[in-house]
Nanobody
Framework: QVQLVESGGGLVQAGGSLRLSCAGS????????MGWFRQGPGKDREFVAA????????YYTDSVKGRFIISRDNIKNTLYLQMNSLTPEDTAVYYC????????????????????WGQGTQVTVSS
């Protein structure tokens, strides 16, 4: 099992930056593929970014490419999401999630493939 706790959310002006962290506990963090999802007001949860177990492969939804960077530190059992050039459309609760690596390269954006979730952290971008 993997327990996940997000932090780093907050209020930021448009054009600003935030770095989210997701602290993982449990023996399987380093063997878990990881993802970030978000749910904006009145919207469904959507995929944001994902990273393979070793960090060598990363994936992003089109709207954040070139602005967000996902990374992980398997020594510290921590997942990160560096968010730059934020816009009000990025306002959402951000969740980190963990899953197995089976078929990860083809299913990384599917929330139903992730078995462990954090509680979420609020990101609010003001215009």
């Amino acid at each position: 099992q993997v327990q996940l706790v997000e932090s780093g959310g907050g209020l930021v002006q448009a054009g600003g930056s935030l770095r989210l962290s997701c602290a993982g506990s449990g023996r399987t963090f380093s063997s878990s593929a990881m993802g970030w999802f978000r749910q904006g007001p009145g919207k469904d949860r959507e995929f944001v970014a994902a990273i393979s177990t070793g960090g060598g492969n990363t994936y992003y939804t089109d709207s954040v490419k070139g602005r967000f960077i996902i990374s992980r530190d398997n020594i510290k059992n921590t997942l990160y999401l560096q968010m730059n050039s934020l816009t009000p459309e990025d306002t959402a609760v951000y969740y980190c999630a963990a899953r197995t690596s089976y078929y990860f390269s083809t299913t990384y954006s599917r929330s139903d493939e992730y078995h462990y979730w954090g509680q979420g952290t609020q990101v609010t971008v003001s215009s």
